[in-house]
């Protein structure tokens, strides 16, 4: 048997395919951990974006304590949890007067969300998050630039604060619009 100096080890034809043995993996939005796990992989790439990046890193956004929160609203919003409490649209007026917001990073922000969901997750549950989070972005935008809404679409937004007793709701819809003065 002859064997050529310049051939490379015998490779016994077309390497094998394996895509068979990872079929996709992704499943629906079941639970707080997933929950967590779309957090924390949203937020990484909105932080680390050339476009939202700037907004978070002028708000000195301290993520061990934002994280959480950010659990807290998803799982309430998803599940019904409790645990978030406060007005989710009004909590992003001090970073939007340091650094305005756009028409581009409400679409970069809603963009990048749903290419977050879709690349982890698949299912009812999962499709309610990206309609979730595009009527936030369409309300936070509509409060920040302080438009009124056309009238045949709610702006209103549900928000929780610490309940006054046993017994007695701690959610609060309210119609959200520009501060009076």
């Given at each position: 048997?002859?064997?050529?100096?310049?051939?490379?080890?015998?490779?016994?034809?077309?390497a094998?395919?394996?895509a068979?043995l990872?079929?996709?993996?992704?499943?629906?939005?079941?639970?707080?951990?997933?929950v967590?796990?779309?957090?924390?992989?949203?937020?990484?790439?909105?932080?680390?974006?050339?476009?939202?990046?700037?907004?978070?890193?002028?708000?000195?956004?301290?993520?061990?304590?934002?994280?959480?929160?950010?659990?807290?609203?998803?799982?309430?919003?998803?599940?019904g949890?409790?645990?978030?409490?406060?007005?989710?649209?009004?909590?992003?007026?001090?970073?939007?007067?340091?650094t305005?917001?756009?028409?581009?990073?409400?679409?970069?922000?809603?963009?990048?969300?749903?290419?977050?969901?879709?690349?982890?997750?698949?299912?009812p549950?999962?499709?309610?998050?990206?309609?979730r989070?595009?009527?936030?972005?369409?309300?936070?935008?509509?409060l920040?630039?302080g438009?009124?809404?056309?009238?045949?679409?709610?702006?209103?937004?549900?928000?929780?604060?610490?309940?006054?007793?046993?017994?007695?709701?701690?959610?609060?819809?309210?119609?959200?619009?520009?501060?009076?003065?």
């Amino acid at each position: 048997m002859t064997t050529d100096p310049r051939a490379g080890p015998d490779e016994g034809g077309d390497a094998p395919c394996w895509a068979h043995l990872f079929a996709d993996l992704r499943h629906d939005i079941v639970g707080r951990d997933d929950v967590g796990r779309l957090v924390v992989a949203f937020y990484r790439d909105a932080a680390m974006d050339d476009l939202l990046g700037p907004i978070f890193h002028a708000a000195h956004v301290d993520w061990s304590v934002h994280i959480p929160k950010l659990v807290d609203f998803w799982s309430w919003q998803l599940f019904g949890e409790r645990g978030y409490e406060g007005n989710p649209l009004r909590a992003h007026e001090p970073s939007h007067a340091r650094t305005p917001f756009c028409p581009e990073h409400y679409e970069r922000w809603l963009d990048l969300f749903v290419e977050t969901v879709d690349a982890h997750f698949e299912g009812p549950r999962a499709e309610a998050a990206k309609a979730r989070a595009a009527r936030m972005a369409k309300a936070l935008r509509r409060l920040l630039e302080g438009d009124a809404a056309s009238g045949d679409e709610a702006v209103s937004v549900t928000f929780t604060t610490p309940a006054a007793g046993p017994g007695q709701p701690s959610t609060t819809g309210r119609r959200l619009g520009p501060r009076s003065k």
